[in-house]
């Protein structure tokens, strides 16, 4: 999933914003999937995903502490949004983020759809040659990394 | 889930049903992340109840290794809980009390084990309260009846409310305690023996001074008659004879303990000491009326062995037979051969109905300077050193002695066990004739001018021609212008020692040849050593033995 994960930020990064600035794109990369999730499962549902997939991601990687996910499912910094950019390490945890997300996903909806969910999103990429692989088993919590 | 998407088309079914679908799935997705959630706080608890379990394992191991140490102790450990019931019993108690673990565990202590305390058993209890610590010695009786003194640690620990109590077991200290006190005790009977032993010998060489002394008034009176003038001559002998043996007796057990003495052993027959022992002890026992009944093996028994140091030995034995019998009683002297006893051994008894042995002295009476008590003792004289050279002398022979004696009043007997010969030796060649005597001139040179002029005189009498010197440099003049064929040279001379004088005559071609004798009140192999690389041919212990050195005038000059 690190691999999807690190293909939708790059794109995203690529499409709209200059080379380096990676938070935002992780921003960018959940509220797509807010968007479109959100017909689903419904606000509250892709809240509560993100909200773990957050939590789980923290664990790996403690600089998501300054992310936080709003009551309406939105992603944002908790404090000054420059101190969480620029940041390789900031960069990792959001990988590391909508990976944990697009897992929890696959986990609870299966991966088929999960792919096919994600290409609604983002048409414009192939996700053939992607390691769309269970890297952790998906509902394996992560108390244990 | 059902993946439905939203219809273009704004019917109101379709719109109903999309947003319970969107419910429902709400609720799915709410219950899969709870799930989540749950399993990973399952899991953090499983590994934390799995890391609890890891340190109980670890805790348990060390319990079991510290519960097999104890085991390991000697000691025995034993817990206890405040009403004295026990809940640990270690392998140490069971190995020291006689009962096993489970036989003990959850039972009174007290009533177990039946145990004297030092102190009140409530002081101890106070003072375990107070000090929460108790040491001190108990005696234990344990399941056989023995009764084990024992070093006692009892700790109270109060986190657990329970006595920890540890008894080691002191019987080997205390038997060596004991063993060491005995040992004192023999070392302050020794030291005592040896304060007696110092106060006899002075009273005993003091003892034939007054004869002698009135020997010789009797010698120099004018009025002594013929048979006085025996009488006189006969008390001399005997006390000069009794001094000698005496001080031959001191310095045997001396030799001996050092190990100095050599045995000049040779096959000789039990009946020749046998005779030479008897003839010596008749007259003594039939001064006082004693029967000495002296039976000779048969057939003939031989010994390799030393014929003066057995005669040493036997005469010993019958002379304090005599010594410790009163008049009338009977000694005997017999022998046998052992049966099957290999290697061959006689036994020789030595046996009389006379005082007895005091039970308490009969351990000890081989010891040195042992004797009966001083009272019994000096009616009768001597060092208490006889018994401990026969002792020794028989064991130089590889054989053995022991007394035995039913108490005071019941006589006693001594039994001695030596080695034999299998068979007979052959024959010894006839002695050689006796050589004439010859006039010989003697130089006789002894700081003690009496001795050096009464030996003059005794030798002029037998016809020898003598002068006498009373230093070593007038030994050494007096040599030159005498030119004698025998020297008779003291070793303790003022102005040169005799060695010095042996060696200033060896150096003198006029006196090649001349036969030097040292007189000495020392005989040790060292004395005879240091007198041989002198000069001098042959070795005299004072008092000289005349016979010895007129056989010497007769035939070695």
């Known amino acids: 999933m690190r691999d999807v994960a690190a293909r939708l930020i790059a794109f995203e990064t690529s499409e709209n914003q200059p080379a380096g600035i990676c938070a935002p794109a992780t921003f960018r990369v959940s509220e797509k999937l807010r968007s479109h999730l959100s017909l689903l499962m419904g606000k509250v549902g892709f809240r509560a995903v993100l909200s773990r997939a957050l939590a789980v991601a923290q664990a790996d990687s403690p600089c998501l502490c300054a992310v936080q996910v709003n009551a309406d499912g939105s992603l944002e910094p908790v404090n000054a949004t420059e101190e969480f950019e620029n940041t390789c390490q900031i960069a990792e945890g959001g990988v590391l983020l909508v990976a944990q997300l697009l897992t929890l996903l696959a986990a609870f909806v299966g991966e088929k759809l999960t792919l096919v969910l994600v290409r609604e999103v983002w048409p414009k990429l192939s996700f053939e040659d992607s390691n769309f692989t269970r890297e952790d088993h998906p509902m394996k919590p992560t108390a244990a990394r | 889930m059902a993946a439905e998407f939203p219809s273009t088309d704004p019917s109101t079914d379709l719109e109903r049903t999309h947003e319970q679908t969107v419910a429902m799935n709400e609720a799915l997705i709410l219950g899969a992340v709870q799930q989540h959630e749950v399993a990973e706080i399952a899991e953090r608890l499983n590994a934390q109840v799995q890391v609890e379990i890891a340190a109980r394992q670890q805790t348990a191991r060390e319990l079991a290794e510290k519960a097999r140490l104890l085991d390991l102790s000697n000691d025995a450990i034993i817990v206890r809980s405040l009403d004295d019931k026990i809940t640990s019993w270690n392998k140490g108690a069971e190995k020291l009390y006689g009962w096993a673990s489970e036989e003990v565990i959850g039972k009174d202590l007290d009533s177990l084990l039946q145990t004297e305390f030092p102190a009140k058993r409530e002081d101890i209890e106070a003072q375990l309260d107070r000090e929460g610590l108790f040491i001190g010695e108990v005696v234990q009786v344990a399941r056989d009846g023995r009764r084990i003194p024992l070093l006692c640690r009892w700790v109270l620990d109060r986190e657990t409310e329970s006595i920890l109590t540890s008894f080691t077991d002191i019987s080997e200290r205390h038997a060596l305690e004991a063993a060491l006190a005995d040992r004192a005790a023999d070392l302050v009977r020794a030291d005592r023996s040896k304060d007696e032993f110092l106060a006899m010998l002075a009273h005993e060489l003091r003892n034939p001074l007054a004869p002698l ?51 000049r052993k040779k096959p000789v027959a039990l009946e020749a000491i046998f005779t030479a022992v008897s003839s010596l002890a008749r007259s003594g026992c039939a001064a006082r009326h004693q029967d000495l009944a002296v039976s000779i093996p048969t057939p003939p028994i031989f010994l390799d062995a030393d014929a003066t140091r057995l005669e040493q030995v036997f005469s010993n034995l019958i002379g304090n037979a005599c010594k410790y019998s009163g008049d009338g009683c009977h000694i005997s002297l017999s022998a046998e051969r052992a049966a099957g006893i290999e290697p061959p051994e006689v036994v020789v008894r030595v046996r009389d109905d006379g005082n007895g042995i005091d039970p308490e002295l009969l351990p000890r009476v081989f010891d040195l300077f042992v004797q009966a008590t001083r009272t019994q003792d000096r009616a009768h004289g001597g060092l208490g050193i006889g018994l401990t050279l026969v002792s020794r002398l028989v064991k130089l022979h590889g054989g053995s002695v022991e007394a035995h004696s039913e108490g005071l009043g019941l006589g006693s007997e001594f039994i001695v066990h030596l080695p034999i010969l299998r068979e007979a030796p052959p024959p010894s060649p006839p002695p050689p004739p006796a050589a004439r005597e010859i006039s010989r001139r003697i130089l006789i040179v002894d700081d003690n001018t009496d001795s050096a002029r009464s030996m003059a005189v005794l030798q002029s009498r037998r016809g020898h021609v003598t002068r006498t010197a009373f230093t070593g440099p007038a030994a050494v003049v007096a040599a030159a212008e005498f030119l004698p064929e025998v020297v008779l040279l003291d070793i303790g001379l003022p102005g040169m020692d005799g060695f010095e004088v042996a060696r200033r005559l060896r150096g003198m071609p006029a006196l090649a040849g001349v036969f030097l004798i040292a007189m000495t009140g020392y005989a040790s192999p060292e004395d005879l050593l240091a007198a041989q690389q002198a000069g001098f041919d042959e070795h005299l212990v004072k008092p000289v033995d005349l016979n010895v050195l007129r056989e010497w005038l007769r035939s070695r000059v």
């Open chain 2, 213 to 263: 002394r009135n020997a010789a008034e009797i010698l120099q009176a004018a009025n002594t008659s013929a048979e006085e003038r025996e009488q006189a001559l006969s008390i001399i002998g005997r006390q000069i004879e009794n001094m000698s043996r005496m001080i031959d007796d001191l310095l045997d057990v001396s030799r001996i303990t050092e190990g100095k003495i050599e045995l």
